[in-house]
């Protein structure tokens, strides 16, 4: 079960992320030629992304909901829309009040569209309780990036969303409010987990706006099963061509040729229901989420001649059968559902004989046949196909795409494969896929623009030595659809392929086809595509393997690595501790010891990019830890780097209660 099962409640309302943007270019990762200039916050003429600090160099990294409150229920197949009907809705989806919020974090300035959240912590409150359950959020990746506004007001509005999928682990329930959903939910979930996804659109980067650094957003959490996967659902999975880049184009492909992006869906026989989450897949006109009216939207199943072995880009009416249409178009229906609706194929009393009979050839051939999203039919009387699964069914996931390796240190990767939803013993083929091409390959370039810098910083290539990354070519998934294979890196003692800045990067495709033979077949865009599925790869950064000192000194060892942070997080450099300064770094001793020792998850984690290999933290504990204190030096009952999100403001220009960016810094 999942997000999309019943027992299912569904939130809107404001989020924000605020990410410094110092880090977006890979550039200014090179001590040696960074200047001051860089902390300035700079919107050029051509854009937020021009030059300088970009957009909001101060940000804290911070990721928060704001205002977000249940809007709509799902009990058996009733749907609940106010709080006569079930106490649950109005309820507030909250953020921790015990720590601090949840951090948002890119994997690497080359690679800035898999952005992370560390460290959230999800709470629903009622006006009596401070959590009726409080669960934390599995640190998740950004999926599914596509340009889903068409109009802005502003060039500084992002037109890009994206949704994270994960679990909320460790829930701790205090009571259900007397309310049916949330005890049904509590009941469904298993190993004190729930199942949550959110759709994050409408962002604002401009500076004099009320909801500057803030974004909309919709969601749904449903109850989680074990053995499961966290971050997608096994189920029903749509795709649709992508619009190629262009030598003048977006630095990658994000448009959906149709005007629709993929989706999935998951099958209930025992309901006879199809669920389908369309809470990212619609257009919107604007920053405000309204949904564009682009005709009569039909969920159909394929009725296709025995020998078809594609999809066709047009169906006759005797080419489908119909499962309905989206309700997209009813008033409030996006509020209340966040995208999501049930297709009933049981037969009712009062069903006439063609719709009967629809009803009987899709609960027999559901579970073999592809599902089809079709536009309004057009005057030669066909429908076009939107978005449509796999003629033969087949689609294959990894659960979980975003990796840090440490260097001879294995990492297990969990991968599934289904066929219409069912799992799938098979074998999938796995290889490292070339950098070069972003219709198959985001990775690289400057992470923003190609403005000359002074001095010049030349801009790292990734994707090299090949040879130091281990992965198997091939894995088996079982009888559960589900198979594993395990990835490691072993990069030469000192050897340092991107320069300034530690690590390389690395993405590995799959899927159920052998790779092509040759390094231009690797790299080359899939025919037809791309597709949705070009975000279905796995991104490594692989960390260098360095020659600990045993006595670690200042200048050669520790300053270069904290002054590298201080210059690309200035809201910590300039109103806490500047890291390039030995006698401000040993009066924070105690709070930096803390801050380096806590665990990835923990909010207070440092540093906030999480780019820092075991080794090097381990040189820094160390060094830390055997520093001399001054004199004065007094231990705080609370190390300072845990109160920066408290000071932010006293330490920047005033915001609204609300204050979150959508780790779309990357603004591309």
């Not at 409150?69 to 749907?79: E, F, N, S």
């Not at 909250?94 to 890119?106: F, L, T």
């Not at 359950?133 to 599914?144: A, K, Q, R």
């Not at 240190?409 to 091409?437: E, I, M, R």
Request: hydrophobic letters at 35%; proline letters at 9%.
């Amino acid at each position: 079960m999942s997000y999309l099962d019943a027992p299912r409640i569904n939130f809107t309302g404001v989020f924000q992320a605020d990410p410094s943007t110092v880090n977006n270019d890979v550039r200014y990762y090179d001590n040696e030629a960074f200047r001051p200039e860089y902390q300035r916050q700079h919107y050029p003429d051509g854009g937020p992304e021009g030059a300088e600090g970009y957009w909001n160099p101060e940000g804290t990294g911070i990721f928060r909901f704001i205002e977000c409150k249940i809007t709509g229920a799902q009990l058996g197949d009733r749907l609940l829309t106010c709080p006569e009907e079930d106490p649950v809705i109005g309820l507030r989806v909250e953020n921790a009040d015990q720590q601090p919020p949840g951090k948002i974090v890119d994997l690497d300035p080359q690679m800035q569209y898999v952005s992370q959240l560390w460290g959230v912590q999800v709470r629903l409150a009622s006006p009596t309780e401070r959590a009726l359950f409080c669960g934390d959020l599995l640190p998740v990746p950004l999926m599914n990036l596509w340009q889903r506004q068409l109009n802005a007001q502003s060039r500084w509005e992002q037109p890009m969303a994206a949704n994270y999928q994960s679990i909320l682990h460790d829930v701790d329930w205090s009571g259900c409010a007397d309310s049916a959903v949330l005890l049904a939910l509590k009941e469904a979930s298993e190993q004190g987990c729930l199942s949550i996804n959110f759709n994050l659109y409408g962002y604002t980067r401009d500076n004099t706006s009320q909801r500057f650094t803030m974004g909309l957003v919709s969601g749904s959490i449903g109850p989680y099963h074990r053995d499961e996967p966290k971050h997608f659902v096994l189920g029903r999975h749509l795709t649709t061509p992508l619009q190629p880049t262009t030598p003048n184009g977006a630095p990658f492909p994000t448009q959906p040729l149709g005007g629709v992006y993929g989706f999935q869906c998951v099958n209930r026989p025992e309901q006879q229901t199809l669920y389908a989450d369309f809470g990212l897949a619609l257009p919107i006109t604007d920053a405000t989420g309204q949904l564009h009216n682009i005709g009569t939207l039909t969920l159909a199943l394929a009725r296709l001649d025995d020998d078809t072995d594609h999809i066709p880009s047009l169906v006759k009416s005797s080419e489908f059968v119909p499962l309905g249409t989206v309700d997209y178009l009813q008033e409030g229906w996006y509020t209340r559902t966040a995208g999501i609706q049930g297709f009933c194929y049981a037969a009712g009393e009062s069903d006439n004989q063609a719709t009967l009979e629809n009803k009987q050839y899709i609960a027999a051939y559901l579970g073999q046949t592809p599902l089809l999203l079709l536009g309004p039919q057009q005057s030669s009387g066909k429908y076009p196909v939107l978005t449509y699964e796999a003629i033969d069914g087949q689609y294959a996931r990894a659960d979980g795409h975003v990796f840090r390796l440490n260097p001879d240190a294995p990492q297990q990767v969990d991968f599934y494969a289904s066929q219409f939803g069912k799992p799938l013993a098979t074998k999938l083929h796995v290889w490292q896929l070339p950098p070069g091409n972003p219709n198959s390959n985001p990775m690289g370039g400057t992470g923003m623009s190609n403005n000359s810098l002074t001095p010049p910083v030349d801009t790292p290539h990734v994707g090299f030595p090949e040879a130091n990354l281990q992965v198997p070519e091939q894995l088996e998934t079982d009888f559960h659809g589900k198979g594993s294979l395990t990835i490691s890196a072993s990069p030469p003692l000192g050897e340092t392929p991107r320069g300034y800045i530690d690590g390389q990067l690395y993405a590995l495709s799959y899927g159920f086809q052998p790779p092509p033979d040759s390094y231009a077949g690797k790299m080359a865009t899939v025919p037809g595509g791309p597709y949705c599925e070009y975000w279905n790869f796995v991104s490594l950064l692989a960390f260098n393997k360095t020659a600990i000192p045993k006595h670690p000194t200042w200048e050669r060892d520790i300053r270069p690595i904290l002054q590298q942070y201080g210059n690309l997080y200035p809201i910590m450099s300039r109103h806490l501790v500047d890291l390039g300064n030995y006698e401000s770094v040993r009066a924070h001793r105690h709070a930096l010891l803390l801050a380096f020792s806590l665990p990835p998850t923990d909010p207070n984690y440092m540093p906030v990019s999480r780019d820092l290999s075991d080794a090097n933290r381990e040189m820094l504990l160390s060094w830390l830890s055997a520093m001399a204190p001054k004199q004065a030096e007094t231990t705080p009952s609370e190390p300072e780097i845990v109160e920066i999100e408290l000071r932010e403001s006293a330490i920047r220009q005033p915001r609204p209660t609300a204050s979150t960016s959508f780790r779309q810094k990357t603004a591309k």
